[in-house]
């Protein structure tokens, strides 16, 4: 039984097709960097981070009192997404087995939300 995660890797192939997502996912992200608030786009593997500033030339932060992250955070909630914030900086953990499609879907409706950001 403690192995039942791996033999679904194993059946299910997952590692071989994150080859293929992974590439989709980074490139995605990257659409979010010309964003007037993001000021930096990282990710790795199936994890990826956008921080939001408040002036993206000088990379100067959102004061913390602002909780741009829980206005994301809710404006997600409108749109059926739940979206991770840690301060100012939103992250993706994104599950294993997520398809392609639905990836295409989430980071969409992730880049509207962070589009739509009014401050």
């Known amino acids: 039984m403690p192995f039942a995660t791996l033999e679904i890797f194993e059946n299910e192939k ?4 994150l080859k293929t997502l992974v590439p989709v996912f980074h490139k995605a992200l990257e ?4 964003l007037p608030f993001v000021g930096d786009v990282r ?3 199936m994890v990826g981070a956008v921080e939001l500033v408040r002036d993206k030339k ?10 741009i992250g829980q206005k994301i955070f809710q404006n997600g909630l409108k749109d059926h997404l ?3 914030p840690l301060g100012n900086v939103i992250y993706l953990f994104l599950p294993l087995s997520i398809t392609k499609s639905q ?6 409706r992730t880049f509207k939300v962070i589009a739509g950001l009014v401050c």
């Open 14 to 17: 997952t590692l071989q097709r």
């Open 31 to 34: 659409k979010f960097r010309p």
């Open 43 to 45: 990710y790795i593997g």
């Open 58 to 67: 000088t990379k100067q932060p959102f004061d913390i009192k602002e909780r």
């Open 82 to 84: 739940i979206l991770r």
């Open 103 to 108: 990836l295409n879907d989430v980071l969409k």
